[in-house]
């Protein structure tokens, strides 16, 4: 289990992963643009990665950690992303993180999951603030980000590395207010 039960969106279906997702997120997740905007998918991506992945998104789970979301599209349940969100339960905050599947790019799906995502991270476990960080060069994370009504709070300069590079990195946030105020 990876997530405490299901969100559903107008055309989304939120859900904790199961086994038989992983040769689904090994095809979708595998894709070489996936891994150049995200941070922690790697490429190639196999279906080991992916039971390693559910593993331990179970294990976060169980923990406290994290919560971890398949994004499927309704009707008939087909896998085309993910969600979640990483924890700091003592801090009363957490980090949205998000992808989409290639084929699934551009129609919205990225903004709705996020959406829902963080309306469950303020009105479920009544977090205080929520932030996330995208790759400087993916703008359309940028403007995902924006339209949840996040504001951007900063720039960081070569803060990850990936592929034997150094990759700036544009930092945005949200409090519960502002989230139930919009």
Request: aromatic fraction near 10%.
């Amino acid at each position: 289990m990876t997530a405490p039960g299901e969100l559903r969106t107008a055309r989304l279906l939120l859900r904790s992963h199961e086994q038989k997702d992983i040769p689904a997120i090994a095809r979708l997740a595998g894709a070489r643009e996936i891994a150049a905007t995200t941070l922690n998918i790697p490429h190639p991506y196999t279906e080991d990665d992916a039971r390693k992945f559910l593993t331990q998104s179970d294990a976060d789970f169980r923990a406290g950690r994290s919560i971890s979301f398949a994004i499927c599209k309704l009707p008939g349940g087909e896998l085309c992303g993910g969600a979640g969100l990483e924890i700091s339960e003592i801090h009363w905050r957490a980090e949205l993180g998000y992808w989409i599947a290639v084929p699934f790019w551009r129609m919205g799906y990225a903004t709705e999951a996020a959406r829902a995502v963080i309306e469950f991270g303020f009105t479920q476990l009544k977090l205080h603030r929520i932030h996330a960080h995208y790759f400087s060069e993916n703008t359309a994370s940028g403007r995902v980000l924006e339209k949840i009504g996040m504001h951007h709070e900063g720039h960081l300069r070569n803060h990850f590395q990936k592929w034997n590079r150094f990759i700036d990195v544009e930092v945005c946030g949200i409090l519960a207010e502002e989230f139930h105020a919009s």
